[in-house]
């Protein structure tokens, strides 16, 4: 790799500016992301869709695709690791990649590393690094370590735009739905989802994570391609790297001349220089005494005004300095223990993959046990159905046909002590004689009040309120055990004689 082919300016970036500048590269090459990235999933979530709805399970394929994701992020990562050289590979030239590209790390991030939440900032570790063991672990904490947690909220701000995007997919639907159905649109759609949606439903589901996954997911790869430039710049310092060269360059073109010239002028002189040396100047330098002989004066004024100088404090080389000393006498360095970084490092690791074995045994007893609380899960967010009970046939009982002289009877039955049943015998007469002159169909067991209704099409004034002094009285007799009065009887029972024609 060479540092001086980046596209972009190399410079330490705050964390949240290393992800800007990700998304600000997959602004630039949108196209060749999202192409092949089309291209790859759309067969993929068509196959799943179809093989979950053989199976009844379409649920199932949106956990795949979900499941799966690692897998498309490395479309968005190829381009962007080619792009940011200046160079945007075509959509086949991507797809065809895919084949071998960070193959020999899939496994981890389809199995432990599924859920690790910095997967955008370490999968270009793995994939484009092409380390292995110890080196690929080392490199993870390197640049993993300062960057962890904002890749941690990257991908949890993710997932919430993913969620925002589908259900904001599914409320659209309701915006082409006038406002005056509206109430009767959703509470239809409640009803769907509470008495178990069907399959078109999980198929639009589906589909609308799909598009909130297609949206999300480059923007996703690229934060977590922009932190992981933005960590090897810190650490690998590229941006000093690329700062020696250009001043290297500039100051090659700029001083290649004179230097030639001093070079050539310093090997023209170098033997001149040389013969000119004598053999006498490895000795003493000369004093005072032997420069100046007899003609040197003793001047003790400059003397004392030296020493005067060195006193003054400002110009003098004395100073106070005052610090503080402990008084215990420093106690002798303890004998360094064994050195246990080793067994720390195995512990940890182990810790770290009883861990993952746990996860791992924890998932597998939830798909295992799946079968039995799934049904009971599904059961509590929807109305159980209830088993339709075969329905009971039971034969009515006929009613009793009206004799034909109604009034007789009626009459005797008062008399004999029966006035309940004589004034039932009334009502129902008057029932039937109503139905016939209005021209009503009464339906079986049809109640006061239906009867009273019908009988607003008598064509008679006295014969819609003579039927409604007969059920009065009736209802009177029925509910509250009122009876009439002897008189209060047989002039009713005059009135019905004489109004729904009953003979004599």
Known sequence: MRPEDLDVALRPRSSWEAMELGTALLRRHAGAVWQPWLLATLPVFALLNAAAWMLDRLWLAMVLMWWLKPLFERIPLYVLSRGVFGRTPPAWETLRAQV?????????????????????????????????????????????GPAYAQAALLTWTCWLFELALALGAVAAVFVAVPAELLPASLRSFWALLYGGPPPWLLLGFNLAFWLAM??????????????????????????????????RERLLAQAAAPLAVALLACTLLLPWSAYAQEPGDDAEPATLEQVFGPRLADDAGFREAAARAYRDPPLGG???????????????????????SAL?????????????????????????????????????????????????????????????????????????????????????????????????????????????????????????????????????????????????????????????????
């Open 214 to 247: 297609s949206v999300i997911g480059p923007f996703y790869t690229a934060a977590g391609f922009g932190l992981y430039l933005n960590r090897r710049t810190e650490t690998e310092a590229w941006d000093v790297e690329l700062a020696f060269r250009r001043l």
């Open 318 to 340: 004395e100073r106070t300095l005052v610090e503080w000393k402990p008084k215990a006498k420093e106690r002798p360095q303890r004998r360094p223990g064994p050195d246990l």
């Open 100 to 144: 071998a590209f960070g193959r020999g790390a899939m496994p981890g991030y389809l199995l432990w590393r599924r859920l690790s939440p910095a997967r955008s900032l370490l999968l270009p570790v793995d994939v484009l690094e092409g380390t292995a063991g110890t080196q690929r672990w080392m490199r993870r904490r390197v640049v993993g």
């Open 344 to 504: 720390a490092a195995l512990l940890s690791l182990l810790a770290e993959w009883g861990l993952w074995i746990l996860a791992g045994v924890l998932l597998l007893a939830v798909v295992l046990t799946a079968p039995r609380w799934l049904p009971w899960l599904r059961g509590s967010l929807r109305r159980r159905r209830t088993v339709p009970t075969p329905v009971a046939t039971v034969v009515l009982a006929e009613p009793e046909p009206l004799p034909d002289d109604i009034a007789s009877v009626a009459r005797r039955l008062w008399q004999d002590g029966r006035q309940r049943d004589a004034l039932a015998l009334l009502y129902r007469g008057s029932v039937e004689a109503m139905s016939l002159q209005a021209g009503v169909e009464l339906p079986p067991g049809a109640t006061e009040a239906q009867c009273l209704r019908a009988a607003r099409r008598l064509p008679l004034d006295a014969a819609r309120e003579l039927f409604a002094g007969v059920v009065r009285v009736w209802q009177y007799a029925a509910y509250a055990g009122r009876l009439p009065e002897q008189d209060e009887f047989e002039s009713l029972l005059d009135a019905a004689r004489v109004q729904w024609g009953w003979s004599r």
